[in-house]
């Protein structure tokens, strides 16, 4: 074969000085340094910050979990939900965490295919809070049906018969959420998991102690970097890439039916799926803003977390946020356009009823926010930036809650009006939510490798053949 | 280590840049060995083409993955709503493939992640724990930054010193004696 000949036309094909692009890595980092960089995180003992921070997780999940064992034994009763609002903190924690999710998938497979080759410094950390989040938000809707083993027995989730031989109703979405959110979950994990073997090969190879070696060693299923294996590798990565995002897309589309399929004004809608899904992406942008940048700095990762990923992630911030703005705005519109004296009702008391504070709140949050990014100072200040975050993390909750109960809280006839205030179960079990998610995402900083290391070094001048850094010799 | 009783599993040789590997790769290809591997920290782009390895056939355990989940959703819906205990909800039909589409569609995807992530395993062998390549030190690097490429005893062309010349004349390579148990 004519080797020599393919390597002068890729040699001839190199672009003018203008059009290189800079470095996804800076400082011209070599490939040791990457692997001593990522692995020296997990591998060294941790910073003095994360046994509090980690102290203080636990305390939260394990908050959680007891205020769970109470409404088990007592009965939702312990939640504030009651008629007419018969979802409200729970149902609206839920579309909050899996909204959170989407964000990772989105990174990991959408970015992917789209070719974006500064998603591999940011992909593992964000898969993983996808993880987390998908476990936090399962906790709620599974909770909320209150004698759960009802729910988790089979004929009421579970494709099974009941005690009358009844078998679950597939009709109703909410049975497709139930498929739709574990099979978002699962693939997740297979997702991540199937992008950390190699890298789990690499803390094998570096470990010293035995038990880190043994469990290293048997989560990396003997992986040996063999081309034969990379090439069934790679293959299976984009096809588990492009699984993932129809999957993504359905996933939120299903969790917006759970509403646009009722017949209650405020829900009953077909912009849902889509304005779902950007609120979902931009919501999980905001997560993964919120937890990378104290982690890059806080692990001196600012090399392979560069500010450019910041600048980038917070233009997705603003093009989402901007369908979110929009969104809010064509609901108002079709209210009034579509001639429903209850939808417009419900639209006027969302914001000027007795929930105004939480609309408002929402639309500071998710509208006015995302707008400071169109200049470029402010995208690459990271402490503006993760003050921003914490914002869009605030608006979305509210949005979801605006969603839920403005909407039940009045429908059509007055006489089933009320007023939904949670109780303190239904607040410390969404902040020990938060608990659980952080004490997963602290463990995964203890044990893992939070950047992928073969994929940020895949992407370096020094892994091209035909590159000089690579390599490369000049004259062929 | 060398032992007169241990099988010679091949010849490991060492490389310091993606680009010496490339070349290198080409050189056993064009000699035409079988029976041998690169072993590199990050998959190399245009490797396979170099290796001259065929397109991987992952993507038949995806679709069988896939076509079997899409069916078992659209079967496992109407046999529980319409065959075994038709119940009427809504005045709804006992069974279109319109409302059973979402889950056969999100069991698709999961068949087919589970098939595409079994289908790799299985297609590389995954998990092998014992490796003649893992008793060598210098081996470790192939996770970091060094790149390998091995050349099996067992290929026909294999020849203990002729390989070995090949490799540290034609390819520059350090070159090392791998042996099994």
Known sequence: MASSGKSAAVKASEPPAELVRESLVLNNRSLGWITNAIAGVCEKPMPIWWWPAFIVSVGGMLTMFSLIAYLVSTGVGVWGLNHPAAWAWDITNFVFWIGIGHAGTLISAVLFLLRQKWRTSVNRAAEAMTIFAVACAGIFPVFHTGRVWFALLPGYLLPAPNANAIWPQFRSPLLWDVFAVSTYGTVSLLFWYVGLIPDLATLRDRSKGVMRRFFYGLFSLGWTGSNRHWSNYEKAYLLLAGLSTPLVLSVHSIVSFDFAVSVVPGWHTTIFPPYFVAGAIFSGFGMVLTLLIPLRSLFKLEDIVTLRHVDLMCKVLLATGSIVGYAYGMEFFIAWYGGSPYELYAFKNRAFGPYWWSYWAMISCNVISPHFFWFKKLRTSVVFVWIVSIFVNIGMWFERFVIIVTSLHRDYLPSSWGYFTPSWVDIMTFVGSFGLFMTLFLLFIRFLPVIAISEVKGVTPQADPHHPLGGAKGHH | ?181
Not at chain 2, 3 to 17: I, M
Not at chain 2, 22 to 30: L, N, P, Q, T, V
């Open chain 2, 1 to 181: 280590m060398n032992s007169n009783r241990s099988k010679p599993h091949g010849l490991l040789a060492e490389f310091h840049t993606a680009a010496d590997i490339f070349e290198a790769a080409m050189r056993c290809r064009d000699a035409g060995f079988t029976k041998w591997d690169v072993y590199t920290p990050f998959p190399i782009h245009g490797m396979d083409e170099a290796m001259g390895l065929r397109k991987s056939p992952v993507g038949w355990f995806t679709f069988c993955g896939g076509f079997t989940g899409f069916f078992t959703g659209m079967t496992m819906i109407w046999y529980m709503n319409k065959f075994d205990y038709p119940l009427v909800v809504g005045g709804k039909p006992l069974f279109t493939p319109l409302y059973a589409f979402p889950v056969s569609y999100e069991m698709t995807i999961l068949l087919s992640a589970f098939g595409t992530l079994f289908g790799m395993f299985f297609l590389n062998q995954l998990p092998k724990f014992y490796n003649p390549l893992f008793k060598n030190e210098r081996f470790k690097k192939s996770t970091d930054d060094r790149f390998f490429l091995c050349i099996e005893a067992t290929d026909p062309k294999f020849g203990t010193d002729v390989t070995r010349t090949f490799l540290t004349e034609k390819c520059h390579a350090a070159v090392v004696e791998l042996v099994e148990d």
